[in-house]
């Protein structure tokens, strides 16, 4: 997301000296003027005069004209985080699968667990998790995905250390997981899919009585949930520095925090 920053000067009182300013980000609703701003935003070189090449912008508003924008150098852009409810609500409109949204909250959860362990940004590090495999429905073949999403994510004002973050969670990009960020979101993936396989299984179908012993059983057992790969689980868990049964404990105590999400409280109520 990007904050638009503004000084403005109402046209209608020319002879008043003094700048407001007008702050909005956009994405969050702000209404027509926001709207106005996102629009020149994408659009500045179309409101350079020709003569003076300064920005002239003029705001329409039921009392007509409100502001006049007056040069570039009233301009600034700030970078500011897409925050929570953005990011799922650009879940949902690009996944349809429930199942491929829990996915994304578990390691959504899982790495906000580990940030707070590190001390970390737990936003940043949530985010991440939230949104990484958001155009696998659109994009379901690695010559797209995730690729082809980083455009999306661009588009919608997604910070770039996000996307390249992204990026970093397939092999096939070339992006290095060089950060423990990288390797968090890498080791965090797949071992959420075998931990929902395994609470599927259980009698309890849920994760308060599941514990790291129960998904140790069925490690060795390969046609259990035979897409998921246990050796990459383990390197990613090595490349992160936790041992895996430590971090397999570690993603469970994450999911369970939000186990109604995840449709995983089965008869266990808390
Ligand atoms: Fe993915
Ligand atoms: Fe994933």
């Known amino acids: 997301m990007f904050t638009l920053r503004v000084l403005w000067q109402p046209i209608c009182h020319s002879q008043d000296e003094s700048f ?3 702050t909005c980000a956009y994405g969050t609703g702000a209404g027509r ?3 106005a701003l996102q629009y020149c935003q994408n659009n500045l070189e179309k409101f350079k005069s020709p003569r003076s090449g300064n920005l002239r912008i003029g705001f329409k508003s039921k009392r007509k004209k409100i502001c006049e924008v007056l040069s570039t150098d009233n301009i600034e852009m700030e970078k500011t985080q897409m925050n929570r409810e953005e990011a799922l609500a650009l879940v949902r409109e690009f996944v349809k699968s429930e199942s491929l949204v829990r996915h994304m909250l578990s390691v959504e959860t899982s ?3 580990y940030a707070e362990k590190y001390g970390e940004d737990v936003e940043l590090w ?4 939230l949104l990484h495999d958001f155009d696998w429905e659109i994009h379901p ?3 797209e995905h995730p690729q082809k999403g ?3 994510l661009r588009e919608r004002g997604v910070s770039e250390e996000i996307i390249q973050d992204i990026l970093s969670h397939a092999d096939h990009t070339g992006v290095p997981r060089d950060t423990v960020r990288r390797k968090a979101l890498a080791a965090c993936d797949e071992v959420t899919g075998l931990i929902t396989a395994v609470a599927l299984v259980r009698p309890s179908r849920s994760l308060h009585d599941l514990e790291a012993s129960s998904v ?3 490690w060795k057992d390969k046609a259990f949930a035979a897409g998921t790969d246990r050796s990459e ?3 990613a868990a090595r490349e992160l520095g936790v041992e895996i049964w430590e971090h397999v404990g570690n993603v469970i105590q994450a999911m369970r925090r939000i186990a109604p999400e995840l449709d995983l409280v089965g008869n266990i109520q808390k």
């Open 150 to 152: 980083s455009a999306i």
């Open 216 to 218: 140790k059983k069925k």
């Open 111 to 113: 790495m906000r667990f």
């Open 126 to 129: 949530g985010l991440l998790g």
């Open 33 to 35: 003027t926001c709207l």
């Open 20 to 22: 407001d300013e007008l």
């Open 233 to 235: 689980m383990e390197h």
């Open 141 to 143: 073949t690695l010559e």
